[in-house]
């Protein structure tokens, strides 16, 4: 089994408003080995994205704070400790981000390849003839076509799916040893979907980095990633491999998720979603927090069932119906 790379213990990331205490992220724990591709799947408002900001530390505190008690350790270092300061250089050379939409995250006004150089100088310390030339040859890895004439062209003039591929080579550019991404798909559509998660999958494998994949959408973690974690309502309650999720879903949650993809056999018939929504982080149900809309639910579930290890593995599940 490989190293650990990160390990978030206990993580617990509250926001403290005049609405009262969100508990977005509410003592989730996961590891990322190095190389793997993990994913991270949920429905919108469990705390994926709340969870990945915490990592990097880019969320504004206040409102919101990281408890006392959680611990993000990076490659043996512990994040929560650093300074401000460290937490930049980790940013710019051994963590990067992509987020869900590429337009928001480029700058309007730079052409693209002003700003993968950018980036290039300032971490890789590389001078301007330098940085251009390796900007392209990004730009040729994330899969642009005539990159050497696209480089000097501003992100309004590329489709949606090529701004991903352009910040996916910003990510890049510093040959980070974890790469974040936060629903990098969500926003395309489906052909283009399936290139930049081949994408992904293919770079993951030629420069060995891991991979934290954010996503709402088992299909998309069936697809790339080795390993999954599902959260719901700030919490985790299932871990497993991807086989084994798929294989013998135990939470009725994760279960639900299952059910409502869209399966070739099943095509044209209506899909299963759960029913329900995930609750406001500042009222979390007392108890399973999945309960009120599980369809399984019963009288132990008013007490919160604690993760249980499933076999010898590792494995965890968080319902009291999960056979140890
Ligand atoms: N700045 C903030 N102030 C207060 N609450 C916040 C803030 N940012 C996020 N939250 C709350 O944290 C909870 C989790 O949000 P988060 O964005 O992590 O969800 P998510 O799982 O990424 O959902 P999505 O799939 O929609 O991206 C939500 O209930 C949200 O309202
Ligand atoms: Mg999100």
């Not at 301007?128 to 000097?152: K, M, N, Q, S, Y």
């Not at 701004?163 to 926003?187: G, Y």
């Not at 390993?227 to 013998?248: K, L, N, P």
Request: glycine share 8%; with cysteine.
């Amino acid at each position: 089994m490989s190293k650990t790379l990160l390990s978030v213990s206990d993580l617990r990331t509250w926001f403290h408003t005049d609405q009262g205490v969100g508990r977005a992220v509410d003592g989730v724990s996961f590891e990322v080995r190095a190389g793997e591709t993990l994913g991270i799947v949920g429905e919108s408002g469990c705390g994926k994205t709340v969870t990945s900001l915490s990592i990097l530390r880019l969320l504004p505190e206040p409102p919101a704070r990281i408890e006392p008690g959680s611990s993000i350790v990076f490659d043996g270092e512990e994040l929560l400790g650093a300074t401000q300061e460290r937490m930049r250089a980790l940013r710019g050379n051994e963590i990067s981000m992509i987020f869900q939409e590429p337009m928001s995250s480029l700058n309007p006004v730079y052409t693209v390849g002003s700003q993968i150089t950018e980036a290039l100088r300032l971490h890789r310390k590389m001078d301007r003839v330098e940085a251009r030339t390796e900007a392209i040859r990004l730009l040729g890895e994330v899969g642009i076509p005539d990159a050497d004439r696209r480089v000097d062209e501003y992100p309004h003039q590329l489709s949606g799916g090529m701004r991903q591929r352009v910040m996916i080579a910003i990510a890049l550019s510093c040959e980070p040893r974890l790469l974040i991404a936060d629903e990098p798909t969500t926003a395309l559509d489906v052909t283009i979907q399936a290139q930049i998660l081949e994408l992904l999958a293919d770079l993951r494998a030629r420069h060995g980095m891991a991979v934290l994949l954010i996503t709402h959408d088992l299909g998309v973690v069936a697809e790339v990633c080795d390993r999954v974690v599902v959260m719901y309502a700030g919490q985790v309650v299932e871990t497993g491999t991807v086989d084994e999720i798929f294989a013998r879903p135990v939470h009725p949650y994760t279960r639900g998720l299952l059910a409502s993809l869209p399966a070739v056999e099943r095509r044209g018939q209506r899909l299963e979603s759960i029913p329900g929504t995930v609750p406001n982080s500042t009222d979390w149900p007392e108890g399973c927090r999945f309960a009120e809309r599980c369809s399984e639910v019963e009288d132990a579930c008013a007490v919160q069932q604690p993760l249980v290890q499933l076999g010898n593995t590792s494995r965890v599940a968080r319902c009291w119906r999960a056979d140890p």
